[in-house]
């Protein structure tokens, strides 16, 4: 059995594993859910080209689709595809019925080796579906109001059950209310179930009444770093009929850094919760053969290199490529100098740099991590022998067929950030003050700084206390009542080591210790106004700082632990102090936060905060200690030590090779065996809560959290025929890039707002409207959080950035309009930019379209999700022909816009968009409809996926 790790890979270092050996070994644990109830058959497959073979592994036989046998029995060159198509191919044959999945699908993947890219629709289905509580809830309400409507239809509700293997893990509910103490962390969590009492009421009802749900109870990890460490086992199994089917794990999440789990060779993205609630009742995902784009790396990173570097430079490279919509699929010697966790990090910012997935095969990394981390021994000979039989195992051998290729050498990776707005941003650290001195410029508009502090000895530079870095523009630093320092454009005061994308890699997190460490010990400290804060992705990640002592260096720095889950990143941030706060806000300033999660978008972590930047874990302690991003701090003092010296980041930054021994001496297996050995337990807080059973919910009509959402009113057996747009008013007018933080409900929920009203209405005081995320389960709070951005612009209101548009000459909150056109009966239309809906997969922006009313949106280009998500709640998508938009052809939002032809609409189809100008002049555009399938096209007859869904589980 594995004692401990003797050797964890680090940058440059050899990509082997090995282990002590145990003279007892310890109790197995199996990630494997055990069997669940309602669990449909896996396969019935037709077997046109006889694959169905079996796998002897030890004393254990199990059943698979052999793609060695298929490729001789008439699938010829599969060998060649790429690692992730041959999991798609596997799906397929193991699912062949003759309806859903056809021979001619099957024949379609090997088709592709010709083309490397395909228009054809395949019907795909994943082995188990992932969740987070603010993706999850909306999901299992939906799940409760469809056993509801299942009554009014004269069903039974018992029919509607998540059909494969579903588990929620609480982790977006959390936020960093304290900080910088001993107490925080219990504070917190206790803040947190005040807030989130009726939701969490909420989902142990749904685990007892729903079979095949699981829920990991909050305080215990992020989705992503759970799936990783226990839930995900590469290869699954199931037995039916006296035999054991094994396949390759597969899954979708509500969450689009589902992908995380790519870097362990489990094929996996996100999707928006409706097309996570079909696949939970057992329909395919429909979707086209993707290009599959080869990522080729060769070299090793050079020393004190992170992964953090790694990945920003891949985002960049991968963005200015273009993989919106593709798969990415990683390869090359470059694999043998990086760790599995690495690889994750990769594979978990997928969405960021556009792709669908971010996949890297199974290799031998990958068998020494799941022994690592605890998974069962039969299960790890079982994942080498099937990858092995399979051709799906990374040997060296023949590179695969790819649509298109890049490389990137990984000594060339140098030190970096993202930032202010978006994730592939990439400048370098040596660059970022000067970038961040440019950026300052477009973020106040290009407004002068009047106020520059004189220039002393011909050197401009800071006048705060503990501040050093020289700058070629001074700032004007603004008084913090009851403080002794000031606050200045550039100023970081929110410094997080957040959960996701790098808590997983314990190279960077012990990074961070000994940059703490190093730090402590030359005296240096944080700025008074910087919020620090530590929210690892798993309690395994406090076992191993605690026992290396790093913990002890990050308390000294206010790094305390702040609570297990996803916080900063995704605007779960908490509130500043309000001295802090109030200056910002009082003098136009342009404050910072440093954070090392993946999402950086405008409004989004904090609404005082107005330039964020992604950087590695060890940086983040660095600006923490700069407290600006107007230091360079890659050659600038970051401060003094106790006898008055400079010191500077290299100083106090540590070797790779330190960090190394850190991991062996400190990381054991023993470690996930007892923190998962009962995962779905919980805390007091979570055993205390009361709960109540029922087929169907008893809906709280006093609830601000929880509410039956009004999709399935008046529905019948059979839907009514799709009705044309007629007369549509304009909305909104957006230019690229508008992401579904900016149409989503996230975040804090400000008292002026409409939702902050409608809870104000509802006697809930300010200090408990908690989060957008955290009332996700409540449509009448979403609805009116949709398109209320702090940060969103719409163009029909222009200068003027928030929820807003123009109605009748006057400036109104997009919901209080949206509602007035719907009691006119007056549908309404969007026009967009390029890439709209870039982001997280959420659902919200998509059901929040639909319930204001929105019947299209027409745009010069989508992202993958948020376009599938429109189409699962009704909406039309449309995109203009190329070099067309609405600016081109004159739209300024006073317009009225017709859509004919809706009833005859085919998937991709062009039509006729006719719009009629405020002075009566009419012009006509044509459009793509972006139906990209017949089951979507379907979805849109039905009213929408969870109709479709629902009248076939009442039908059968």
């Known amino acids: 059995m594995l004692r401990k790790f003797s050797q964890i890979r680090q940058p440059g270092i050899p990509r082997t594993w090995t282990a002590r050996i145990q003279p007892k070994a310890a109790p197995a644990l199996s990630g494997t859910p055990p069997p669940r109830r309602g669990s449909p058959a896996v396969t019935k497959s037709l077997d046109s080209f006889k694959a169905r073979k079996t796998l002897k592994v030890g004393d254990k036989t199990y059943t698979y689709f052999s793609l060695p046998d298929a490729e001789k029995n008439g699938l010829e060159g599969i060998s060649k595809l790429p690692f992730s198509l041959k999991v798609i191919l596997e799906n397929l044959l193991r699912f062949e019925d003759g309806r859903t999945v056809t021979k001619e699908d099957i024949k379609a993947v090997a088709d592709w080796l010709k083309t490397r890219t395909s228009s054809h629709e395949i019907s795909y289905r994943p082995a188990r579906v992932l969740m987070q509580d603010f993706t999850g809830v909306p999901a299992v309400v939906d799940l409760a109001a469809m056993r509801d409507a299942a009554v009014k239809l004269g069903g039974d509700p018992k029919k509607v059950n998540p059909l494969v293997p579903v588990d929620l893990v609480i982790d977006h509910s959390v936020m960093v209310d304290y900080f910088g103490t001993a107490a925080a962390f219990r504070q917190n969590v206790e803040r947190e179930y005040e807030r ?68 362990l060779a489990v094929l996996g993205w996100g999707v928006g919760g409706i097309e996570a609630e079909a696949a939970m009742l057992g329909q395919p995902i429909s979707m086209l053969l993707p290009e599959v784009v080869g ?41 043998d100098h990086l760790s599995l966790e690495d690889a994750a ?94 950026a300052l410029e477009d973020i106040k508009g290009g407004r002068k700084n009047q106020d520059a502090i004189p220039a002393v000895n011909g050197e401009s530079r800071f006048v705060d206390e503990g501040a050093t870095g020289v700058l070629d523009k001074p700032h004007q630093r603004y008084d913090v009542k009851g403080a002794d ?173 330190e960090i190394t021994d850190i991991i062996r001496s400190t990381i054991t297996e023993e470690m996930f065996r007892g923190r998962y050995s009962d995962v779905f337990k919980g805390d007091e807080h979570w055993q205390g809560i009361k709960v109540e059973g029922g087929l169907t919910y008893s809906w709280p009509t006093s609830s601000t959290y929880i509410q039956n959402p009004p999709y399935f009113e008046g529905m019948t057996m059979e839907p009514k025929p799709l009705q044309d747009i007629d007369n549509a008013a304009v909305m909104g007018l957006f230019l690229d890039s508008i992401t579904t933080d900016h149409i989503s409900p996230a975040g804090s929920i400000k008292a002026d707002s409409p939702a902050g009203t409608y809870l104000s209405e509802h006697q809930v005081a300010v200090r408990d409207f908690n989060s957008y995320g955290a009332r996700r389960g409540n449509h009448e709070v979403m609805m009116r959080g949709t398109f209320a951005n702090i940060r969103i612009k719409n163009q029909m209101v222009p200068g003027v950035e928030g929820g807003y548009t123009m109605k009748d000459g006057k400036q109104r909150w997009i919901y209080d309009a949206a509602m007035e056109y719907r009691a006119a009966g007056q549908p309404l239309v969007i026009f967009a930019g390029k890439e709209y809906g870039t982001g ?83 012009k006509t555009i044509e459009a793509l409809c972006r139906i990209d399938t017949l089951d979507e096209l379907e979805y849109i007859k039905a009213g929408g996926i969870l109709h479709y869904v629902l009248r076939n589980l009442v039908n059968s």
């Open 840 to 922: 997280s997969s959420r659902d919200w922006a998509a059901k929040g379209t639909t319930l204001l009313g929105v019947r299209a949106v027409i745009a010069q280009s989508f992202e993958r999700i948020h376009r599938s998500n429109l189409v699962g709640m009704g909406v039309l998508p449309f995109t203009f022909k190329d070099g067309e938009s609405w600016q081109s052809h004159g739209i300024t939002g006073t317009e009225k816009v017709t859509i004919k032809g809706v009833a005859d609409l085919k998937p991709r189809q062009m039509v006729d968009i006719e719009v009629e100008f405020a002075d009566g002049s009419k």
């Open 196 to 263: 989130n009492q009726e939701r969490y009421e909420f989902l142990r009802w749904g685990q007892s009444a729903f079979d095949n749900f699981r829920a990991v109870p909050p305080g215990t990890g992020i989705c992503h770093q759970v799936n990783l460490e226990y839930l995900a086992q590469t290869v699954w199994t199931k037995t039916e009929d006296g035999e054991t089917i094994a396949y390759p794990d597969t899954l979708v999440g509500t969450d689009s850094h589902t992908t995380m789990v790519n870097g």
């Open 485 to 657: 320092h000031g606050l200045a454009d550039g100023d970081v005061v929110i410094a997080a080591i957040t959960s996701c994308t790098n808590t997983s890699n314990p190279s960077v997190l012990i990074g961070a210790g000994l940059v703490a460490r190093n730090a402590r010990k030359k005296g240096l400290k944080v700025k008074p106004w910087v919020k620090t804060s530590l929210a690892p992705g798993s309690q395994v990640v406090t076992d191993y700082l605690v026992k290396a002592g790093l913990q002890d260096d990050l308390d000294a720095l206010g790094f305390n632990l702040t609570g297990y889950g996803c916080t900063t990143c995704i605007g779960n941030s908490g509130p500043l102090p309000e001295e802090i706060s109030a200056t910002i806000n009082e003098n136009d300033l342009v404050a910072c936060s440093v954070l090392s999660g993946n999402r950086n978008f405008e409004g989004r972590v904090n609404p005082d905060v107005r330039a964020n930047y992604l950087a590695s874990p060890p940086l983040v302690v660095a600006y923490a200690i700069a407290g600006s991003l107007n230091v360079n701090v890659a050659e600038d003092p970051l401060g003094v030590d106790q006898d008055g010296n400079p010191v500077f980041l290299k100083d106090i930054w540590p070797t790779t090779q």
């Open 345 to 438: 990090t990769i594979a978990n910012m997928a969405p960021e740099y556009g792709a669908t997935c971010g996949f890297f095969p199974v290799d031998n990394d990958t068998l020494a991590f799941l022994k690592a981390t605890g998974r069962d021994a039969d299960r790890v000979a079982l994942v080498e022998a099937y990858s092995k039989a399979q051709g799906m195992y990374r040997d060296g051998g023949v590179e695969p067929v790819f649509t298109d290729t890049l490389e990137l050498d990984l000594s060339s990776v140098v030190p970096s950030l993202a930032g202010p707005k978006r994730p592939q941003d990439r400048v370098t650290l040596r660059d970022a003050a000067k970038e961040f001195a440019k």
């Open 295 to 335: 990522f080729k790396l060769t070299g090793k990173l050079n020393d004190g290199i992170t992964a953090t570097d790694l990945v920003l430079t891949v985002t960049q490279m991968l963005r200015k490529k273009g993989v919106v919509g593709k798969f990415v699929e990683f390869y090359g010697e470059g694999l």
